[in-house]
């Protein structure tokens, strides 16, 4: 091979080096992006119970995260949380022991909070996963006890169609969405309208985790027609 | 009054009296009958559990249920039941303590029994609820714990999409039906598919006592989209 022009063949070297060198670090962020989108699975989900807890607002997004593979590894890892380890009767009277307590629990990356009653400082637990999970959703009327936690405030947000009007008036903060299935309401926020709305945001966390092929697959597995987030099947029903 | 013909007019009267005594028998039978396909709510509805029972399998139909009301009353009163009181894990680590065991539960009016390990006793009980409940319903693998008990032979029935084959291959004297959401086994034993699919079952089970304005209504309030029996939701989502 010939070099003619010997300097501008060094400038040529140095240039390639240094461009390689450009090409590994960038990629390397690349990777650590990828890795912040798409973490090693399994997520921890912590399903967040107190006395009259409603069932399928907990037990459809819980089918749903259960049944969710990311590659040949789970998608998730469950537990219920509540603020005492006694046992609590649900919805109907089914009778849960909480996995963990607040203050015994493993730090969750994904967090669900349905109806139910709530406990003394569920405001300040659900305030904390706020800011440190990946993603902190409702389902029906758990809303409420996001928007008492003051999470909701200036923000877009849904609940279980029957308590919009309720909703509206004690929280004129929020923007609150009537007839969609569910709304994200920041990065880390997400709330869906009533009960069985609570599985498509799940298919939905699914998907913003592990793509929608897996999302499509969990619903097919659990023989689920799945909804949009815009998709009204509140008024189309009623 | 003239009474030209007094036999006739005795005859006539006589006729009167026998119709009248007829109408009366025939619409207290017709009120029996009545009664027994419309008996006062709520009725009871077991559901069985052991470890391993698929977590929307029973809380699919469990949410469905307790959302029913009849005039001003519930439509339905729930209760597990498993073979002893131990606490029991179910899928994705959920704890439930059962409210009844085989031995002290109240007489059941509808049976859900969805996929789980079972429990020694547990085929026994089946046919002994074939028998003497309204309503035994099977959801996703809880198939083939009702074929084990031989309560499906000779009958149409399903299961969970991704167990036809298995199924098909362990009991040839079943109809296995391939597709459809859930299928009417007997008068007594209803099968539906995976998951989700026994929230559809169960609001067939709703119409079948309340009608159709009720189960409506509770898909409404559950934001569920209905499914019928036919619809073929497995092949459509793969």
Chains 1, 2 share one sequence.
Not at 30 to 35: D, E, P, R, S
């Amino acid at each position: 091979m010939k070099y003619p022009h010997s300097n501008q063949s060094y400038s040529t070297a140095a240039l390639s080096a240094f461009l390689a060198m450009l090409l590994l670090l960038v990629s390397d962020r690349f990777a650590q992006l990828h890795a912040e989108s798409s973490p090693a699975p399994p997520l921890k989900v912590a399903f967040v119970i107190s006395n009259s807890a409603n069932v399928i607002d907990m037990t459809g997004p819980w089918e749903v995260f259960q049944d969710t593979t990311a590659g040949d590894r789970p998608g998730f890892d469950l537990f219920t949380v509540s603020e005492s380890a006694d046992a609590i009767t649900i919805t109907g009277g089914l009778r849960v022991l909480p996995n963990y307590t607040f203050s015994n629990a493993p730090h969750p990356d994904v967090v669900v909070i349905g109806a139910q009653e709530g406990t003394a400082h569920l405001g300040e637990w659900l305030r904390a996963r706020a800011t440190d999970s990946r993603v902190v959703m409702s389902v029906c009327t758990g809303a409420f006890k996001l928007a008492n936690a003051g999470l909701l405030d200036g923000k877009k947000a849904t609940t279980h169609h029957e308590f919009w009007e309720t909703f509206a008036k004690k929280f004129p903060k929020v923007d609150l969405q009537r007839g969609n299935r569910f709304v994200q309401s920041s990065d880390v926020i997400y709330t869906a309208g009533g009960l069985t709305s609570g599985i498509d945001l799940a298919l939905h966390i699914v998907e913003k985790f592990y793509g929608s092929e897996a999302a499509d697959r969990t619903a097919a597995y659990m023989e689920h027609r799945r909804s949009s987030a815009k998709e009204d099947t509140v008024s189309s029903a009623l």
